[in-house]
């Protein structure tokens, strides 16, 4: 099983460990994740403008070099995914902005959204099988109550995303299954942490990821999971309750990679 991976920035700098273990984790589980060659960053945040055309150009290099790959694209930064999704479903969906594309790329074969963005959960779920993992599993995480931190960026917009219910998502509580633990349903699990406003006012950011970890520790969690670099800056940063990790780290130390 081969896909086209796009690690983005964060995962090389701030987020080593997020990519590390998602490498190592496909490797044990038989996914080989070919690197896209000379990627650029995303963007980071999906441009809202209809006319801005220029910070899109790098997903669509993206989604253009797996189509010539004849692979989905998978990706683990839930702010890459969110990019390259909504992206893609520009060129598929929106004719005036994949001809000014298009004609800017100026490419012989032009691009009009045929690719496939998956988020590296998606794949486990949908191409490696929660079965499988599962059936893989050499250190079931036994006991442990795990709540799953959706954030925003997997779950909207819905229709766009089609990550899961962007209300009532249970794709990251079957993972915590497959893995051996209890998953937490806690109310706060799809609220936002606060995101980009802890450059301005880290007070609200330390308020709105607070209430994240006081939710699940009141649901009775010893520790939460997220994709997001950001966010887990933001949970860890508060300082709460409870732990904050990747949901790789739980992935690595089932698999027994540790």
């Not at 925003?152 to 229709?159: N, S, V």
Request: with cysteine; aromatic share 8%.
């Amino acid at each position: 099983m081969v896909f086209q991976y796009y690690p983005g920035c964060t995962l090389r700098t701030k987020a080593k460990e997020l990519d590390r273990k998602a490498r190592m984790a496909a490797e044990a589980l038989g996914v080989t994740l070919n690197e896209v060659p000379e990627w650029q960053c995303c963007g980071g945040c999906y441009p809202v403008a209809k006319d801005e055309i220029a910070t899109k150009l790098s997903a669509v290099r993206v989604m253009m070099a797996a189509k010539e790959a004849e692979m989905p694209v998978v990706t683990v930064c839930s702010a890459c995914h969110n990019v390259l999704k909504r992206v893609n479903a520009d060129m598929k969906e929106d004719a005036v902005i994949a001809d000014r594309v298009n004609r800017y790329m100026q490419n012989e074969t032009p691009y009009y959204g045929e690719g496939e963005v998956l988020h590296f959960i998606e794949m486990l779920r949908d191409k490696v099988g929660f079965d499988k993992i599962r059936e893989s599993v050499k250190n079931p995480l036994t006991g442990r109550k795990i709540g799953a931190y959706y954030g925003c960026l997997l779950l909207r917009p819905g229709k766009v995303m089609a990550f899961d219910d962007p209300e009532n998502p249970t794709i990251i509580e079957d993972f915590i299954r497959a893995l051996g633990a209890e998953p937490v349903v806690y109310p706060y699990r799809n609220e936002c942490c606060g995101a980009y406003l802890t450059l301005e006012d880290k007070e609200a950011t330390a308020r709105k990821s607070s209430a994240v970890l006081h939710s699940a520790a009141a649901c009775g969690a010893e520790c939460v999971i997220t994709a997001c670099p950001l966010c887990l800056y933001n949970l860890q940063k508060c300082g709460g309750e409870i732990p904050a990790v990747y949901f790789t780290e739980l992935l690595y130390e089932a698999l027994g990679l540790e």
